[in-house]
Protein backbone atom coordinates (compact mmCIF):
# COMPACT_ATOMS: atom_id res chain seq x y z
CA UNK A 1 0.00 0.00 0.00
CA UNK A 2 1.05 3.33 -0.52
CA UNK A 3 0.68 6.03 1.93
CA UNK A 4 -2.49 7.40 0.20
CA UNK A 5 -3.35 4.16 0.09
CA UNK A 6 -3.50 4.01 4.33
CA UNK A 7 -5.30 7.75 4.48
CA UNK A 8 -8.20 6.65 6.70
CA UNK A 9 -11.42 8.72 7.98
CA UNK A 10 -12.37 8.18 11.84
CA UNK A 11 -15.75 10.18 12.93
CA UNK A 12 -16.11 10.98 16.55
CA UNK A 13 -13.57 12.20 18.94
CA UNK A 14 -14.29 10.44 21.79
CA UNK A 15 -12.74 6.86 23.35
CA UNK A 16 -12.88 5.00 20.49
CA UNK A 17 -12.41 7.41 18.26
CA UNK A 18 -9.04 8.88 19.77
CA UNK A 19 -7.71 5.40 20.55
CA UNK A 20 -8.37 4.07 17.06
CA UNK A 21 -6.56 6.98 15.50
CA UNK A 22 -3.75 6.31 17.70
CA UNK A 23 -3.94 2.18 16.50
CA UNK A 24 -3.62 3.79 13.14
CA UNK A 25 -0.60 5.69 13.84
CA UNK A 26 0.76 2.86 15.13
CA UNK A 27 0.20 0.56 12.02
CA UNK A 28 1.67 3.41 9.69
CA UNK A 29 -1.75 4.52 8.81
CA UNK A 30 -2.80 8.60 8.10
CA UNK A 31 -5.98 9.23 10.49
CA UNK A 32 -8.10 12.43 9.59
CA UNK A 33 -10.53 12.97 12.39
CA UNK A 34 -14.31 14.79 12.43
CA UNK A 35 -15.87 15.34 15.11
CA UNK A 36 -19.58 16.80 15.30
CA UNK A 37 -18.79 19.16 18.38
CA UNK A 38 -17.42 22.56 17.73
CA UNK A 39 -14.38 21.29 20.45
CA UNK A 40 -12.94 18.45 22.58
CA UNK A 41 -15.02 17.67 25.61
CA UNK A 42 -13.85 16.94 29.04
CA UNK A 43 -15.01 15.87 32.38
CA UNK A 44 -17.92 13.57 32.42
CA UNK A 45 -19.38 10.60 34.77
CA UNK A 46 -17.66 8.09 35.88
CA UNK A 47 -15.98 5.19 34.23
CA UNK A 48 -13.91 2.18 36.08
CA UNK A 49 -11.24 0.78 33.96
CA UNK A 50 -10.67 -3.02 34.24
CA UNK A 51 -8.05 -5.39 33.04
CA UNK A 52 -8.99 -5.30 29.99
CA UNK A 53 -8.82 -1.42 29.75
CA UNK A 54 -5.47 -1.50 31.49
CA UNK A 55 -4.14 -3.87 28.46
CA UNK A 56 -5.84 -1.49 25.97
CA UNK A 57 -3.98 1.47 27.95
CA UNK A 58 -1.14 0.02 27.67
CA UNK A 59 -0.96 -1.20 24.35
CA UNK A 60 -1.64 2.45 23.06
CA UNK A 61 1.19 3.70 25.25
CA UNK A 62 -1.05 5.61 27.31
CA UNK A 63 -0.95 4.54 30.69
CA UNK A 64 1.70 7.07 32.20
CA UNK A 65 -0.38 10.01 30.38
CA UNK A 66 -3.71 8.81 32.89
CA UNK A 67 -4.50 10.37 36.13
CA UNK A 68 -6.43 7.90 37.98
CA UNK A 69 -8.69 9.41 40.82
CA UNK A 70 -9.34 6.10 42.78
CA UNK A 71 -10.02 7.08 46.59
CA UNK A 72 -7.25 7.51 49.42
CA UNK A 73 -9.29 7.95 52.13
CA UNK A 74 -12.80 7.77 51.20
CA UNK A 75 -15.59 4.72 52.33
CA UNK A 76 -17.96 3.66 49.95
CA UNK A 77 -22.09 3.65 51.84
CA UNK A 78 -25.37 1.52 51.21
CA UNK A 79 -28.60 3.50 52.28
CA UNK A 80 -31.33 0.53 52.91
CA UNK A 81 -34.83 1.32 53.12
CA UNK A 82 -34.60 2.53 56.51
CA UNK A 83 -32.13 5.20 55.59
CA UNK A 84 -29.76 3.90 57.77
CA UNK A 85 -26.07 3.66 55.61
CA UNK A 86 -23.74 0.71 56.01
CA UNK A 87 -20.45 0.23 54.69
CA UNK A 88 -20.75 -1.28 51.21
CA UNK A 89 -17.91 -3.48 49.11
CA UNK A 90 -15.62 -0.89 48.64
CA UNK A 91 -14.67 -2.25 45.22
CA UNK A 92 -12.43 0.89 44.25
CA UNK A 93 -9.98 0.76 47.33
CA UNK A 94 -9.30 -3.18 46.48
CA UNK A 95 -5.51 -4.00 45.39
CA UNK A 96 -5.55 -4.77 41.62
CA UNK A 97 -9.24 -2.85 41.65
CA UNK A 98 -10.06 -0.70 38.81
CA UNK A 99 -9.02 2.66 37.86
CA UNK A 100 -11.48 5.32 39.14
CA UNK A 101 -11.73 8.05 36.68
CA UNK A 102 -13.90 10.13 34.58
CA UNK A 103 -14.41 10.08 31.10
CA UNK A 104 -12.60 13.18 30.15
CA UNK A 105 -9.40 11.55 32.05
CA UNK A 106 -9.36 9.07 29.62
CA UNK A 107 -9.79 11.18 26.32
CA UNK A 108 -7.20 13.42 28.26
CA UNK A 109 -4.73 10.09 28.29
CA UNK A 110 -5.33 8.85 24.65
CA UNK A 111 -5.13 12.99 23.14
CA UNK A 112 -1.88 13.41 24.65
CA UNK A 113 -0.55 9.81 23.90
CA UNK A 114 -1.61 10.57 20.16
CA UNK A 115 -0.07 14.03 19.85
CA UNK A 116 3.31 12.07 21.01
CA UNK A 117 3.03 9.72 18.00
CA UNK A 118 2.67 13.07 15.80
CA UNK A 119 -0.93 13.94 16.26
CA UNK A 120 -3.50 13.91 13.73
CA UNK A 121 -5.78 16.60 11.49
CA UNK A 122 -8.69 16.83 13.67
CA UNK A 123 -11.98 19.02 11.98
CA UNK A 124 -14.53 20.13 14.42
CA UNK A 125 -18.31 20.98 13.70
CA UNK A 126 -18.00 18.52 10.72
CA UNK A 127 -19.63 15.06 10.22
CA UNK A 128 -20.29 12.68 7.01
CA UNK A 129 -23.46 12.65 5.08
CA UNK A 130 -22.85 10.24 2.46
CA UNK A 131 -20.68 7.33 2.18
CA UNK A 132 -20.16 5.73 -1.58
CA UNK A 133 -18.23 2.63 -1.88
CA UNK A 134 -16.02 1.80 -4.76
CA UNK A 135 -13.62 -1.63 -5.32
CA UNK A 136 -10.71 1.29 -4.28
CA UNK A 137 -11.93 3.75 -2.09
CA UNK A 138 -14.39 5.17 -0.19
CA UNK A 139 -15.70 8.41 -1.22
CA UNK A 140 -17.33 10.58 1.83
CA UNK A 141 -19.43 13.51 1.44
CA UNK A 142 -18.56 15.68 4.71
CA UNK A 143 -20.37 18.56 5.48
CA UNK A 144 -19.04 21.44 7.71
CA UNK A 145 -21.89 22.54 10.10
CA UNK A 146 -20.81 26.13 11.12
CA UNK A 147 -20.83 26.59 7.10
CA UNK A 148 -23.30 23.93 5.37
CA UNK A 149 -20.06 23.96 3.06
CA UNK A 150 -19.86 20.66 1.60
CA UNK A 151 -16.88 18.78 0.41
CA UNK A 152 -16.25 14.90 -1.27
CA UNK A 153 -12.74 12.81 -0.53
CA UNK A 154 -11.66 9.75 -0.59
CA UNK A 155 -10.51 7.58 1.94
CA UNK A 156 -9.04 3.81 1.93
CA UNK A 157 -10.76 2.93 5.37
CA UNK A 158 -13.84 4.82 7.17
CA UNK A 159 -14.02 4.54 11.19
CA UNK A 160 -17.37 5.12 12.57
CA UNK A 161 -16.70 5.81 16.29
CA UNK A 162 -19.53 7.91 16.77
CA UNK A 163 -21.52 6.65 19.47
CA UNK A 164 -24.77 4.80 20.20
CA UNK A 165 -26.73 6.39 17.90
CA UNK A 166 -24.15 6.32 14.95
CA UNK A 167 -24.20 8.48 11.62
CA UNK A 168 -21.25 6.53 10.20
CA UNK A 169 -23.59 3.10 11.19
CA UNK A 170 -26.95 4.80 9.40
CA UNK A 171 -25.07 5.54 6.36
CA UNK A 172 -23.46 2.21 5.81
CA UNK A 173 -25.97 -0.54 7.37
CA UNK A 174 -28.64 1.23 7.88
CA UNK A 175 -31.27 2.68 10.25
CA UNK A 176 -30.64 2.81 14.21
CA UNK A 177 -33.68 0.72 14.48
CA UNK A 178 -32.41 -2.46 13.28
CA UNK A 179 -29.59 -2.59 15.65
CA UNK A 180 -30.74 -0.95 19.14
CA UNK A 181 -32.11 -3.24 21.69
CA UNK A 182 -33.82 -0.84 24.01
CA UNK A 183 -33.45 -1.75 27.66
CA UNK A 184 -36.83 0.08 29.12
CA UNK A 185 -34.66 1.64 31.48
CA UNK A 186 -33.23 5.88 31.64
CA UNK A 187 -29.52 6.29 33.00
CA UNK A 188 -28.70 10.30 33.80
CA UNK A 189 -24.85 10.96 34.55
CA UNK A 190 -23.17 14.06 35.73
CA UNK A 191 -20.77 15.60 37.68
CA UNK A 192 -21.54 17.34 40.88
CA UNK A 193 -20.74 20.79 42.33
CA UNK A 194 -20.66 19.97 46.07
CA UNK A 195 -20.26 16.82 47.90
CA UNK A 196 -23.40 15.04 49.58
CA UNK A 197 -23.63 16.56 52.50
CA UNK A 198 -22.47 14.47 55.74
CA UNK A 199 -20.23 12.36 53.42
CA UNK A 200 -16.51 12.57 53.41
CA UNK A 201 -14.72 14.82 50.45
CA UNK A 202 -13.73 10.94 48.87
CA UNK A 203 -17.02 9.26 49.99
CA UNK A 204 -19.55 7.82 47.54
CA UNK A 205 -23.33 6.14 48.57
CA UNK A 206 -25.42 3.55 46.81
CA UNK A 207 -29.25 3.86 47.33
CA UNK A 208 -30.78 1.13 44.92
CA UNK A 209 -34.34 0.20 45.49
CA UNK A 210 -36.78 -1.81 43.37
CA UNK A 211 -36.35 -0.24 39.74
CA UNK A 212 -34.62 2.69 40.64
CA UNK A 213 -31.49 3.79 42.41
CA UNK A 214 -28.82 6.39 42.99
CA UNK A 215 -25.14 6.47 42.98
CA UNK A 216 -22.48 8.59 44.31
CA UNK A 217 -19.07 7.93 43.01
CA UNK A 218 -16.57 9.81 45.05
CA UNK A 219 -12.89 10.69 43.64
CA UNK A 220 -9.45 11.40 45.35
CA UNK A 221 -8.86 15.11 44.19
CA UNK A 222 -12.38 16.45 42.37
CA UNK A 223 -15.88 16.02 43.19
CA UNK A 224 -17.85 13.11 43.39
CA UNK A 225 -20.22 12.50 40.33
CA UNK A 226 -23.90 11.02 39.96
CA UNK A 227 -25.76 8.17 38.20
CA UNK A 228 -29.39 8.21 38.47
CA UNK A 229 -31.06 5.12 36.61
CA UNK A 230 -34.66 3.65 36.55
CA UNK A 231 -36.70 0.84 34.81
CA UNK A 232 -39.75 2.31 33.04
CA UNK A 233 -42.22 0.29 30.60
CA UNK A 234 -42.40 3.52 28.52
CA UNK A 235 -39.20 5.01 27.40
CA UNK A 236 -40.41 7.82 25.01
CA UNK A 237 -42.77 9.31 27.73
CA UNK A 238 -39.54 9.81 30.01
CA UNK A 239 -38.83 12.57 27.21
CA UNK A 240 -41.65 14.54 27.42
CA UNK A 241 -41.13 17.13 29.82
CA UNK A 242 -37.64 18.60 31.54
CA UNK A 243 -35.29 15.62 32.83
CA UNK A 244 -35.21 16.66 36.30
CA UNK A 245 -38.69 16.94 36.92
CA UNK A 246 -39.30 13.53 35.04
CA UNK A 247 -36.22 12.78 37.77
CA UNK A 248 -37.93 14.83 40.87
CA UNK A 249 -41.60 11.83 40.20
CA UNK A 250 -39.41 9.06 39.67
CA UNK A 251 -37.26 9.30 42.95
CA UNK A 252 -40.12 10.66 44.86
CA UNK A 253 -40.12 8.75 48.19
CA UNK A 254 -36.73 8.11 48.85
CA UNK A 255 -35.75 10.98 51.36
CA UNK A 256 -32.50 9.85 52.01
CA UNK A 257 -30.30 13.31 51.68
CA UNK A 258 -28.35 11.68 49.33
CA UNK A 259 -30.83 11.41 46.54
CA UNK A 260 -32.54 14.97 47.66
CA UNK A 261 -28.79 16.67 47.01
CA UNK A 262 -28.45 14.70 44.01
CA UNK A 263 -31.61 16.00 42.45
CA UNK A 264 -31.10 19.39 43.58
CA UNK A 265 -27.78 19.37 41.97
CA UNK A 266 -29.06 18.18 38.39
CA UNK A 267 -30.67 21.35 38.28
CA UNK A 268 -27.95 23.70 38.25
CA UNK A 269 -25.42 20.99 36.50
CA UNK A 270 -24.86 22.76 33.40
CA UNK A 271 -24.01 19.06 31.57
CA UNK A 272 -25.34 15.81 32.11
CA UNK A 273 -26.35 12.87 30.19
CA UNK A 274 -29.98 11.93 29.98
CA UNK A 275 -30.75 8.95 27.78
CA UNK A 276 -32.54 5.41 27.19
CA UNK A 277 -30.48 2.37 27.93
CA UNK A 278 -29.26 0.47 24.73
CA UNK A 279 -27.04 -2.52 23.39
CA UNK A 280 -26.50 -2.02 19.94
CA UNK A 281 -26.67 -5.77 18.23
CA UNK A 282 -24.55 -6.32 14.93
CA UNK A 283 -24.34 -9.44 12.51
CA UNK A 284 -21.10 -7.77 11.49
CA UNK A 285 -19.64 -4.59 12.39
CA UNK A 286 -17.59 -3.90 8.92
CA UNK A 287 -19.10 -3.01 5.39
CA UNK A 288 -16.40 -3.16 2.75
CA UNK A 289 -14.16 -0.37 3.34
CA UNK A 290 -16.23 0.91 6.48
CA UNK A 291 -15.76 -0.53 10.08
CA UNK A 292 -17.30 0.69 13.29
CA UNK A 293 -16.18 0.90 17.08
CA UNK A 294 -17.29 1.08 19.98
CA UNK A 295 -20.39 2.15 21.21
CA UNK A 296 -21.42 2.71 17.17
CA UNK A 297 -20.12 -0.96 17.00
CA UNK A 298 -21.24 -2.60 20.38
CA UNK A 299 -22.99 -0.36 22.95
CA UNK A 300 -22.03 -2.85 25.75
CA UNK A 301 -24.20 0.24 27.96
CA UNK A 302 -22.90 1.41 31.55
CA UNK A 303 -24.37 -1.37 33.47
CA UNK A 304 -21.70 -3.61 31.72
CA UNK A 305 -19.25 -1.34 33.22
CA UNK A 306 -17.05 -2.37 30.02
CA UNK A 307 -17.62 0.23 27.80
CA UNK A 308 -14.84 2.72 27.80
CA UNK A 309 -12.26 -0.23 28.34
CA UNK A 310 -13.74 -2.19 25.25
CA UNK A 311 -13.41 1.23 23.00
CA UNK A 312 -9.88 1.34 23.75
CA UNK A 313 -9.60 -2.47 23.14
CA UNK A 314 -11.58 -1.70 19.85
CA UNK A 315 -9.13 0.95 18.31
CA UNK A 316 -5.86 -1.20 19.97
CA UNK A 317 -6.79 -4.17 18.37
CA UNK A 318 -7.62 -2.35 14.67
CA UNK A 319 -4.46 -1.19 15.01
CA UNK A 320 -2.71 -4.46 15.26
CA UNK A 321 -4.73 -6.18 12.56
CA UNK A 322 -3.96 -3.62 10.49
CA UNK A 323 -0.26 -4.40 11.54
CA UNK A 324 -0.19 -8.13 10.62
CA UNK A 325 -1.73 -7.57 7.63
CA UNK A 326 -0.52 -4.94 5.98
CA UNK A 327 -0.98 -5.09 2.70
CA UNK A 328 -4.50 -6.59 2.84
CA UNK A 329 -7.22 -4.87 4.38
CA UNK A 330 -10.14 -6.70 4.36
CA UNK A 331 -8.11 -9.93 6.14
CA UNK A 332 -7.34 -7.08 8.60
CA UNK A 333 -10.90 -6.25 9.30
CA UNK A 334 -12.20 -9.76 9.13
CA UNK A 335 -9.16 -11.18 11.65
CA UNK A 336 -10.03 -7.77 14.20
CA UNK A 337 -13.44 -8.67 14.32
CA UNK A 338 -13.43 -12.47 14.68
CA UNK A 339 -10.36 -11.88 17.63
CA UNK A 340 -12.77 -9.56 19.10
CA UNK A 341 -16.49 -10.96 18.94
CA UNK A 342 -16.72 -13.28 21.40
CA UNK A 343 -14.99 -10.96 24.28
CA UNK A 344 -18.09 -8.29 23.20
CA UNK A 345 -20.27 -10.81 23.18
CA UNK A 346 -19.56 -12.23 26.79
CA UNK A 347 -19.45 -8.53 28.12
CA UNK A 348 -22.95 -7.74 26.36
CA UNK A 349 -24.28 -11.25 28.16
CA UNK A 350 -23.15 -9.99 31.33
CA UNK A 351 -24.58 -6.97 31.11
CA UNK A 352 -27.62 -8.28 32.06
CA UNK A 353 -26.84 -9.46 35.54
CA UNK A 354 -24.97 -6.16 36.21
CA UNK A 355 -28.31 -4.20 35.93
CA UNK A 356 -29.88 -6.10 38.67
CA UNK A 357 -26.41 -4.34 40.90
CA UNK A 358 -27.44 -1.03 39.29
CA UNK A 359 -30.75 -1.05 39.59
CA UNK A 360 -32.93 -4.11 40.51
CA UNK A 361 -36.08 -5.03 38.86
CA UNK A 362 -38.21 -5.82 41.57
CA UNK A 363 -38.33 -6.72 45.48
CA UNK A 364 -36.80 -9.76 45.36
CA UNK A 365 -34.03 -9.10 43.17
CA UNK A 366 -33.37 -6.01 45.82
CA UNK A 367 -33.14 -8.17 48.77
CA UNK A 368 -30.91 -10.78 46.79
CA UNK A 369 -28.26 -8.48 45.80
CA UNK A 370 -28.57 -6.78 49.26
CA UNK A 371 -27.25 -10.24 50.75
CA UNK A 372 -24.51 -10.70 47.70
CA UNK A 373 -23.12 -6.71 48.19
CA UNK A 374 -22.89 -7.54 51.80
CA UNK A 375 -20.71 -10.95 51.58
CA UNK A 376 -18.39 -9.10 49.01
CA UNK A 377 -18.42 -5.96 51.06
CA UNK A 378 -17.40 -8.55 54.34
CA UNK A 379 -14.46 -10.18 51.61
CA UNK A 380 -13.72 -6.68 50.92
CA UNK A 381 -12.60 -5.77 54.12
CA UNK A 382 -10.73 -8.67 54.36
CA UNK A 383 -9.04 -8.42 51.46
CA UNK A 384 -7.47 -4.98 52.94
CA UNK A 385 -6.94 -5.90 56.62
CA UNK A 386 -4.51 -8.97 54.96
CA UNK A 387 -2.96 -5.84 52.76
CA UNK A 388 -1.64 -3.88 55.42
CA UNK A 389 -0.97 -6.38 57.47
CA UNK A 390 1.55 -7.26 54.91
CA UNK A 391 3.00 -3.89 54.14
CA UNK A 392 3.54 -4.06 58.11
CA UNK A 393 5.62 -6.93 57.46
CA UNK A 394 7.56 -5.58 54.94
CA UNK A 395 5.38 -6.93 51.80
CA UNK A 396 2.77 -5.19 49.55
CA UNK A 397 2.85 -1.64 49.95
CA UNK A 398 0.15 -0.44 52.24
CA UNK A 399 -3.12 1.83 50.88
CA UNK A 400 -3.48 -0.32 47.48
CA UNK A 401 -5.90 2.40 45.92
CA UNK A 402 -3.04 5.18 46.84
CA UNK A 403 -0.28 3.32 45.41
CA UNK A 404 -2.55 2.45 42.22
CA UNK A 405 -3.96 5.84 41.54
CA UNK A 406 0.09 7.44 41.93
CA UNK A 407 1.37 4.65 39.64
CA UNK A 408 -1.20 5.60 37.05
CA UNK A 409 -1.52 9.48 37.30
CA UNK A 410 1.58 10.37 35.41
CA UNK A 411 1.86 13.33 37.73
Given amino acids: MTQQDRRALVVGLGIAGIATAIGLRRAGWEPVVVERSPERRTGGYFVGI ?15 NLHVRN ?7 TVSRSGRARP ?33 EVRFGTRPVGIEQTPDAARVRLLHE ?28 GPDEDYLDQWAAIICAFELDEQVPG ?15 AWVFGFADRTPTALLTYRTQDVDAQFT ?11 AGMDHPSVAHVLDQLEK ?34 YSGMGSSM ?49 PSGPVAERVRAVVLAGLGAVGRLTNRKTARGAEAGGTPAGGAKATADAGAGR
Avoid at 90 to 119: M, Q
Avoid at 147 to 165: I, K, M, Q, Y
Avoid at 241 to 251: G, I, K, N, Q, S
Avoid at 337 to 345: Q, S
Fill in 241 to 251: RPPAETLREVY
Fill in 269 to 302: APHFLFDSVNQVKMPSWRSGRVVLVGDAAWCLNL
Fill in 88 to 120: GAGFLDRPGGPYAVVRGDIEDALWRTLDDLGGA
Fill in 50 to 64: FPDGKTALADLGATD
Fill in 311 to 359: AMRGGADLGQALREHPEDLHAALAAWEAGLRPTITGHQRRARLMQQLFV
Fill in 199 to 213: LGPEDGSIDARSRRA
Fill in 146 to 173: PTGAESVEEFALVVGADGVRSGVRRLAF
Fill in 71 to 77: PVDGKDW
